[in-house]
């Protein structure tokens, strides 16, 4: 009887335990740099594929800045994300247990990375970042990788402090508003980010300067490119860590697999061209924690 007993219990137990690994929903959450339509646009394959595998509503979310982001993954409102290499350090340095590394986007050429592109219109006549001494210059917001943290960085490194080099600093709140305020005249320069690989008049291979091209929002033609980064390690798909293990791997293999499987869907996600989703380790942002910890002194 004792053991009739136990055994029932065991399979009550992990009855309840299966029931308790249930989802109801799934969250993903889309970084700014484009307006909120167009990252939905952008995303709802992504997000039909993931609803149909898992079997739940999955619901994309569109916070008007990065740290909308950040927080709805700590605060485990969100499950899923594509972070910037600066917005998972801050994730990771508010909560270390918040998020696993998952995937990144590999570029055509095979590597893992890209850039922060300075750039301006070419009626301005600056051709380069001691031209724009005493301009107007564009940051897309305070945790973006590539528009703020490394070129804030590497500019002050060589320029001093950039809100008196420049005759004044502006968050533009996102890449494309950048790359929209630079080509109207609302800012005289400003960086944002390319893969640096194909023609600039396209807006390179993929990056936001492409978002922008195929949206049609600027002519790429009347810009031109006048700084450009060390390289930067491409941000992380990102999943919160508290999921079930089977919701985990179903979300990663369905991206890992999504070129091969829809590279239209895929073309979308990845803001342009490029080769693959691949398998990333946390180590890879060690140079970029380091930096977020120096930015904000701790």
């Known amino acids: 009887m004792q053991k009739l007993l136990t055994a029932t219990a065991l399979a009550a137990l992990l009855a309840s335990a299966a029931t308790a690994q249930e989802i109801k929903e799934f969250n993903i959450g889309i970084l700014g740099g484009e307006n909120a339509q167009d990252r939905l646009t952008s995303n709802e394959c992504f997000r039909a594929k993931i609803e149909a595998e898992l079997g739940v509503p999955v619901k994309l979310f569109t916070p008007a800045d990065y740290d909308g ?4 993954l700590l605060g485990g409102t969100l499950d899923y994300a594509w ?3 600066s917005a998972y350090a801050k994730v990771y340095l508010t909560d270390p247990e918040a998020v696993e590394v998952k995937l990144t986007k590999q570029k055509v050429d095979g590597s893992t990375g890209y850039y922060s592109i300075g750039f301006t219109r070419k009626d301005t006549g600056i051709t380069s970042i001691e031209d724009a001494k005493g301009k107007v210059f564009a940051f897309a917001d305070p945790n973006s990788t ?3 943290l490394v070129p804030g960085a590497e500019l002050a490194a060589n320029y001093g402090d950039l809100k008196t ?3 004044e600093v502006k968050m533009s709140g996102g890449h494309e508003q950048t790359i929209v305020g630079v080509a109207n005249g609302d800012f005289d320069a400003g960086v944002s980010w390319a893969d640096g690989l194909g023609n600039w008049e396209d807006g390179y291979n993929s990056g936001a300067f492409r978002k922008a091209a195929d949206a049609g929002l600027v002519d ?4 031109v490119e006048i700084w450009r980064s060390t390289l930067i390690p491409e941000g ?5 860590k508290a999921l079930p293990q089977d919701v985990k791997d179903k979300v990663t293999e369905l991206t890992a697999n999504l070129w091969e499987t829809d590279p239209e869907c895929a073309y979308a996600v990845a803001a342009g061209e490029a080769k ?3 398998p990333v380790e946390h180590k890879a942002y060690d140079g970029i924690l380091a930096a977020r910890k120096m930015q904000e002194g701790t």
């Open 165 to 167: 080099y420049f005759g």
């Open 276 to 278: 693959d989703f691949v």
């Open 220 to 223: 790429m033609s009347n810009l």
């Open 69 to 72: 982001v950040i927080q709805g």
């Open 83 to 85: 972070l910037g290499a």
């Open 236 to 240: 992380p798909m990102v999943v919160r």
């Open 146 to 148: 590539s528009g703020y």
